[in-house]
């Protein structure tokens, strides 16, 4: 027997698909019963053509689908050729509908966020004082270098006083209540006037009039009624009578007074301080402790300097950029140098 190498084989494997592409080919195109019979005897021969025939037929039913597939597809008609004037009108109509698409975008947002966040801000500068009617007709009242955010909505009112200090006079509306909220502390009012300032390391409450319901971390709630205050720490609340000088005194800044009544030169000096732009200084602790009382102008603190330099051992030197420094004057050294001359 003669052995086939794999040349041969793989010219036998060519020839029989070769030959089963044919025949397949005819079977498709109207055969004749002798046609199929020798069709049908050619695959019983041999296995190998068997396999090749079946090969042939996955692949001719594969070109059917492709082509089937093909004459489904139904591309767009063209487009006629748009004129360079017809372009140049067409990109300027895109550009002015994107630009109103943008306009009509901005201001949507700015509705949206007006209505759904509702906030508004108020702030003071050095030195500067507001009084804000507020939407609800309540009246705020800012101090000097103040902040505050406001938010009214049909179940209620709230303001955060972030800076600063602010006194309220609140519209009576039990069906919304009026939350001011400084740090950890949260006032609740209805028809009440009451003063709020933030200090270094506590909240001051002063009620003028009505009642307030004050809490503050997990402290428990309470009431604070006209004439009275509270010192509000972050875990504690201390209610203090307060008689109506030292109301006068703590409200005094709504008529753009300071009231002192015995305080140091050093918390004296701190309340001008916060209406002015540049400091006055305490330049000997021998200043500091001293005490003054009077009433003066915010606006004027040069009336406070005088009357401290009149009153007590107190000089006081300028600085170029505008602030004070406050010096103690020594009343024997001051005598001989008047002796001297």
């Not at 698909?17 to 055969?31: D, F, G, I, K, Q």
């Not at 009620?207 to 509000?232: C, F, L, N, R, W």
Request: hydrophobic share 40%; glycine share 8%.
């Amino acid at each position: 027997m003669q052995a086939s190498g794999p040349g041969s084989s793989c010219g036998d494997r060519d020839a029989i698909e070769a030959e089963a592409a044919r025949l397949l080919a005819r079977l498709e195109n109207n055969p004749s019963p002798q046609d199929e019979a020798d069709i049908c005897a050619w695959i019983e021969a041999d296995p190998r053509h068997a396999v090749a025939f079946a090969r042939a037929e996955a692949a001719w039913d594969a070109s059917e689908r492709l082509k089937s597939a093909a004459a489904d597809i139904t591309l767009p008609p063209l487009q006629p050729t748009l004129s360079e004037e017809d372009q140049r009108r067409l990109s300027r109509n895109i550009m002015v509908a994107a630009g109103v698409a943008i306009l009509l975008f901005i201001v949507a947002a700015i509705v949206t966020v007006r209505t759904y966040s509702g906030i508004e801000h108020f702030e003071t500068g050095v030195g500067q004082m507001r009084d804000i009617a507020l939407e609800d007709g309540s009246t705020l009242h800012l101090n000097s270098d103040s902040e505050v955010e406001a938010r009214f909505t049909s179940n209620g009112r709230k303001v955060r006083v972030l800076k600063g200090e602010a006194s309220f006079e609140i519209s009576h509306d039990p069906d919304r209540p009026f939350d001011v909220e400084a740090r950890a502390a949260v006032i609740r009012a209805v028809g009440t006037a009451f003063n709020v300032r933030l200090r270094p390391s506590l909240v001051e409450l002063t009620v003028t009039h009505g009642t307030v319901t004050v809490h503050s971390g997990d402290s428990p709630q309470q009431q604070v009624v006209a004439g009275s205050g509270a010192v509000i720490q972050p875990r504690s609340i201390a209610l203090t009578r307060l008689g109506p000088r030292l109301i006068e005194q703590r409200t005094a800044w709504r008529e753009q007074m300071v009231e002192l009544d015995g305080e140091t030169v050093e918390q004296a000096a701190g309340e001008f301080n916060r209406y002015r732009k540049t400091p006055i200084l305490i330049g000997d602790t021998r200043v500091s402790a001293l005490r003054i009382g009077g009433r003066f102008r915010t606006t004027d603190s040069r009336e406070f300097l005088t009357a401290l330099q009149t009153s007590l051992p107190v000089r006081a030197v300028d600085g170029e950029d505008g602030s004070v420094m406050l010096l103690y004057r020594d009343e024997t050294a001051s005598a001989g140098d008047d002796a001297g001359e």
